[in-house]
């Protein structure tokens, strides 16, 4: 059965950080490009990164840049975000995402709240 298993939130201080992991398995994870999206209460879904299939190229959202960084290790069928220099308005569900033609695989999200 495909899957893949968010972990790694929480609640964290602003400023603070964490890394979340995605671990894929059940199908061939080094086929599709990474993305992270969140999802925060009466807010539509909001992409946050991507990596792609081979190339070193992440790309992230502005609201992002140069405080998080996505990366993955196929050996271990796993992405990750590193998150850092966390605010409120990060506060959210995030999801990862996977594209193998012609599936859109999708976790269940981990939840991050940045709150004092």
């Known amino acids: 059965q495909a899957q893949l298993v968010e972990s790694g939130g929480g609640l964290v201080q602003p400023g603070g950080s964490l890394r979340l992991s995605c671990v894929a398995s059940g199908f061939d994870f080094s086929a599709g490009a990474v993305r992270w999206y969140r999802e925060a209460p009466g807010m539509e879904r909001e992409f946050v990164a991507r990596f792609p299939i081979t190339a070193d190229d992440p790309t992230y959202a502005d609201s992002v840049k140069g405080r998080f960084v996505i990366s993955r290790d196929n050996a271990k069928n796993t992405a990750y975000l590193q998150m850092d220099s966390l605010k409120a308005e990060d506060t959210a569900n995030y999801l990862c995402?996977?594209?193998?033609?012609?599936?859109?695989?999708w976790g269940q999200g981990t939840q991050v709240t940045v709150s004092s």
């Open positions: 995402n996977v594209f193998v033609w012609p599936h859109d695989y």
